[in-house]
């Protein structure tokens, strides 16, 4: 019969070995915080006790702070997880270095509803392979699905839910695979700022963290969606919007004809209606819309990806911020007084819960307030996280609270509250927001447009995964045009036809210049143009890259060779072998 008790005899007799062997310190010890190394973590029990006696416990270098390993993954996002997986399944000493303390990305950070057979236009579920794959098929066994899951795929049927999950779900699967494959995760570390990469030549050397880790490895994987580690490491990007021109693109740089998620009603845009000299509404960007094609700093808009629900034993009800403002919402307003409709969340991931991103202009995206997110400092990204949970707490109770929504609305919002069961270290809230575009890196090979479009596409020779999603690009400003207010910038509206192909990963896109870094691969941070960018940036297609870079990187390892000069051949029969997907299979 299981005990009770808190602890057990072994457990007990363990804490009692850690208390009689440090007894003279205790006037010592509770006189300063607790500093445990987070090399070697303290057993969770101890941690426990030592919580319960009021003391803080927190994470400090040891006196050996120093890990090595064959491979280092910085970012724990999807991509570094498969990548993590993949390199220590083939034999390698695997370090996955995780700023936070949660491994999967958005993944586990509310994108339950995976963009996977959920458009009516094409279905893009047969270039799930590898890896990907694998992490499907757990989640499904996690729901008691395997069987639909695999008659599924042998009869290439569309069923969307079936790939789609809950955060805390595919968090389990990804905590529980690195465990299985033996991986290394340190969480809790983030790149330090300042001199938080060692290189010699062109090579990097190790990384040292905040708290003052240093992990020393023989290959890099960047797998952050910001790429922090590619700037530290001084290699190329680029972050904003290029212009038509730079890469003979049509959909790049300033829209003026954005039809996509254009708002159906004429709202001014104006403090005072009709007064252009009282100042733009909140949310509305001031300045001029620029030419069509041209070059332009802003790009697509984040969101908070919510898991919601309207179960009362699980729901966490949305309160009023602190720091409310209901002129912030003015926007919101006058578009229903004019008769516009903003239809609330639904349900669109198992047990009745959803991940609400961005359905409406006015509801979900943070349009023109993150462009310079990717290369800002931690406290200003931090800052810029803070002002965007207060912007959308804000809209969820103005939907339901405010006099001005009518109640046909009003009920469409009514209900829905936090999860009691997710994120349950933040009170229901995701820690981080949908990061939609960070860095790209820019590298002998670029991928552009012309790769991913249907009529006379460009070739990729040296594909290791494919690209199968159109350029999903949100709006990046909300302007005024013609004295009204008006979104600039979306792109999806061009999915609706089919002009967009599937299109292989090109190994070259993921790999820097040879004279910037000879060491460092990057799944999430591709070398891509922005519109190109768009189509790639799909969690499944993460994974997929993370596997094949860590591939890559393997093989790097093993034959003593910088990750430019890796057999494509080579690369090619072993991705094969492990049953990803490199071109579109035969119907």
Same mark, same amino acid.
């Given at each position: ?460 020779? +040296? ?14 400003? /909300? !302007?005024? %045009? #013609? &004295?009204? =207010? ?71 390892? +093993? ?14 029969? /072993? !991705?094969? %072998? #492990? &049953?990803? =997907? ?6």
């Amino acid at each position: 019969m299981r005990s009770n008790a808190f602890f057990s005899s072994r457990q007990r007799g363990t804490v009692l070995r850690y208390l009689s062997g440090t007894l003279a310190l205790w006037p010592v010890v509770l006189a300063m915080p607790l500093c445990y190394s987070p090399i070697v973590k303290l057993p969770r029990f101890l941690l426990a006790v030592l919580a319960s006696l009021g003391l803080t416990v927190a994470s400090c270098p040891a006196e050996s702070n120093r890990v090595e390993a064959d491979i280092c993954i910085y970012g724990g996002t999807s991509a570094g997880a498969v990548a993590a997986v993949q390199a220590a399944t083939m034999g390698k000493s695997v370090v996955l270095v995780e700023a936070g303390q949660h491994i999967g990305g958005m993944s586990v950070e509310g994108l339950g509803g995976t963009d996977i057979d959920n458009h009516a236009g094409f279905q893009n579920s047969p270039a799930v392979g590898g890896l990907a794959l694998e992490f499907y098929r757990r989640i499904a066994g996690n729901y008691g699905r395997q069987e639909a899951f695999e008659a599924m795929l042998r009869a290439r049927e569309k069923k969307p839910a079936l790939w789609r999950f809950e955060p805390h779900v595919a968090e389990a699967v990804f905590d529980a695979w690195m465990k299985e494959a033996g991986v290394r995760v340190l969480r809790g570390h983030r790149l330090a700022e300042k001199d938080g990469v060692k290189k010699e030549g062109a090579r990097i050397v190790s990384l040292r963290t905040e708290n003052g880790a240093e992990i020393a490895a023989k290959v890099f994987i960047d797998a952050t969606y910001e790429g922090d580690l590619l700037d530290f490491a001084g290699v190329s990007f680029a972050v904003g919007r290029e212009g038509n021109a730079k890469y003979h693109e049509t959909k790049n740089g300033i829209r003026t004809d954005t039809k996509h998620g254009q708002l159906d009603r004429r709202i001014d845009p104006y403090k005072t209606p009709g007064d252009a000299t009282s100042g733009v509404l909140f949310g509305v960007q001031d300045e001029p819309l620029g030419e069509h094609g041209e070059p332009n700093e802003a790009i697509q808009g984040y969101a908070f990806r919510l898991c919601l629900t309207k179960d009362p034993a699980n729901r966490i009800p949305i309160t009023k911020p602190d720091n409310y403002d209901s002129a912030h919402h003015e926007l919101q307003r006058r578009y229903l007084a004019a008769g516009g409709g903003i239809p609330g969340p639904h349900s669109s991931i198992p047990n009745g819960k959803t991940d609400p991103g961005s359905w409406h202009s006015l509801a979900g995206n943070f349009t023109g307030w993150n462009h310079h997110y990717p290369t800002a400092s931690y406290a200003e990204r931090e800052k810029m996280v803070k002002n965007s949970r207060d912007y959308i707490q804000g809209v969820y109770w103005f939907m339901v609270n405010d006099p001005a929504v009518p109640e046909k609305i009003r009920k469409l919002w009514e209900g829905w509250g936090l999860c009691r069961d997710e994120f349950t270290d933040n009170g229901g809230w995701p820690r981080i927001f949908y990061v939609r575009n960070g860095r790209r890196m820019v590298s002998d090979f670029v991928l552009t447009e012309a790769h991913v479009r249907k009529e006379n596409p460009a070739p990729v020779e +040296d594909s290791v995964g494919l690209i199968w999603w159109p350029p999903d690009l949100h709006h990046a400003r /909300r !302007l005024v %045009k #013609d &004295g009204a =207010v008006w979104n600039e910038g979306a792109v999806f509206d061009a999915s609706k036809t089919a002009d967009w192909i599937p299109c292989g990963i090109p190994y070259r896109s993921l790999v820097p210049k040879a004279s910037e870094c000879t060491n460092l691969l990057t799944p999430t941070c591709p070398s891509s143009s922005y519109v190109s960018y768009g189509a790639y940036r799909i969690e499944f297609i993460f994974m997929v890259a993370g596997q094949s870079a860590a591939t890559a990187a393997v093989v790097a390892v +093993d034959e003593g060779l910088s990750v430019q000069k890796v057999s494509y051949t080579k690369l090619r029969e /072993r !991705l094969l %072998k #492990d &049953g990803q =997907v490199l071109a579109e299979p035969e119907k």
